[in-house]
C-alpha cells in the first residue's frame, strides 16, 4: 500500500529556516516525480516544486531560490528544505506522487507550516 | 503561466442530485487535467486524471470530460459522502496550476 507521511512543520520566524519530509512505502522513490504542494489557511492548493526521477526539478516562482526539494534513496524520504521564510509560506504543506500519466495520485496527510513572529 | 477558473464557486444540491462543475484552461492544455476532492481538514484525494480517466478505487458515479480548453467534472446521483470542495488542475506545463475550487454542499 502506498503510503505518504509529512513531518517537519512548526512555528518559525521570518527569516528562518525549516526542512519538511516526506517519507514513503509502498513504492520506490527514487523511481518516482515526486512534488510538494501547499494550501495557506483558507485558501486553495498552490503547487510548490517536483523532483523528477532523474534528478530535475522544476520551483514555483515564488519559492525559486529559497526552497530546495531533494531526497534520500536510502530513506525512502523526499525532503523540502525551506530557507528566508515568510509569512505568506504560512500553509499546510502536502506531498504528493506523480502517478500514472503525468497526474498525482497518493498525497500524504500534510504538515503545518507557520511562519510568524 | 496558465490560468485555470472554475465555475461555480460553490452550489448547493441534495442528495441523488446530478451536478456538473466546469474549469476552464487559459490556454490548451490537451486531456493533460485532473480533478481532486478534498473534505475539510484532509488531504485532497485524487479522482481523475487524464480529463476522463477514473482513479482505481474512485465510485462510478464520477465523470470528467473534456479537451482543450474546457472540462467537466460531473457527479451522479450525489451521496452524503461527495460533500466536499473539487479542485481541477492542469499538468500540461510548469507551473503545475490548480482551479480555485468549487465547494459543494448541502
Known amino acids: ?117 | 503561466d496558465i490560468q485555470m477558473t472554475q465555475s461555480p464557486s460553490s452550489l448547493s444540491a441534495f442528495v441523488g442530485d446530478r451536478v456538473t462543475i466546469t474549469c476552464r484552461a487559459s490556454q490548451g492544455i490537451s486531456n493533460h487535467l485532473a480533478w481532486f476532492q478534498q473534505k475539510q481538514g484532509k488531504a485532497p484525494k485524487s479522482l481523475i486524471y487524464a480529463a476522463s480517466s477514473l482513479r482505481s478505487g474512485v465510485p462510478s458515479r464520477f465523470s470528467g470530460s473534456g479537451s482543450g480548453t474546457d472540462f467537466t467534472l460531473t457527479i451522479s446521483n450525489l451521496q452524503p459522502e461527495d460533500f466536499a470542495t473539487y479542485y481541477c488542475q492542469q499538468y500540461n506545463s510548469y507551473p503545475l496550476t490548480f482551479g480555485p475550487g468549487t465547494k459543494v454542499d448541502i
Open chain 1, 1 to 117: 500500500e502506498v503510503q505518504l507521511v509529512e513531518s517537519g512543520g512548526g512555528l518559525i520566524q521570518p527569516g528562518g529556516s525549516l526542512r519538511l519530509s516526506c517519507a514513503a512505502s509502498g513504492f520506490t522513490v527514487s523511481s518516482n516525480y515526486m512534488s510538494w504542494v501547499r494550501q495557506a489557511p483558507g485558501k486553495g492548493l498552490e503547487w510548490v516544486s517536483v523532483l523528477y526521477s532523474g534528478g530535475s526539478t522544476y520551483y514555483a516562482d515564488s519559492v525559486e531560490g529559497r526552497f530546495t526539494i531533494s531526497r534520500d534513496n536510502s530513506k525512502k524520504t523526499l525532503y523540502l528544505q525551506m530557507n528566508s521564510l515568510r509569512a505568506e509560506d504560512t500553509a499546510v504543506y502536502y506531498c504528493a506522487r506523480v502517478g500514472s500519466a503525468w497526474a498525482f495520485d497518493y498525497w500524504g496527510q500534510g504538515t503545518l507550516v507557520t511562519v510568524s513572529s
